[in-house]
């Protein structure tokens, strides 16, 4: 099992930057990739961005240029730099994880881009 927590999520306006955290515990050595993913209100969860172990990235067009994904294996972490935000990026961001025989997904924090 891996459990994640993620922090950093609040209220910003517009063109602002925040930095959302999550940090794994547990059976972190089976993680093959981690991410993150949102869901925007009345929409369906979504990526957002994700990191292969072997550093490949993969980022929604929506948000390429402007989120920034990183690790830092020693911490079992994994980070989104949020910068030049819009208030169609409010939603609730969730960290993710996946083995090769599960997927976990944090608690969820909310981000608000206020216009």
């Known amino acids: 099992q891996v459990q994640l927590v993620e922090s950093g999520g609040g209220l910003v306006q517009a063109r602002g930057s925040l930095r959302l955290s999550c940090a794994a515990s547990?059976?972190?050595?089976?993680?093959?990739?981690m991410g993150w993913y949102r869901q925007r209100p009345g929409k369906q969860r979504e990526l957002v961005a994700t990191?292969?172990?072997?550093?490949?990235?993969n980022y929604a067009d929506s948000v390429k240029g402007r989120f920034t994904i990183s690790r830092d294996n020693a911490k079992n972490a994994v980070y989104l730099q949020m910068n030049s935000l819009k208030p169609e990026d409010t939603a609730v961001y969730y960290c993710?994880?996946?083995?090769?025989?599960?997927?976990?997904w944090g608690q969820g924090t909310q981000v608000t881009v206020s216009s």
């Open positions: 993710n994880a996946n083995s090769n025989w599960a997927v976990y």
């Open positions: 547990g059976s972190t050595f089976s993680i093959m990739s």
């Open positions: 990191m292969h172990n072997g550093g490949s990235t």
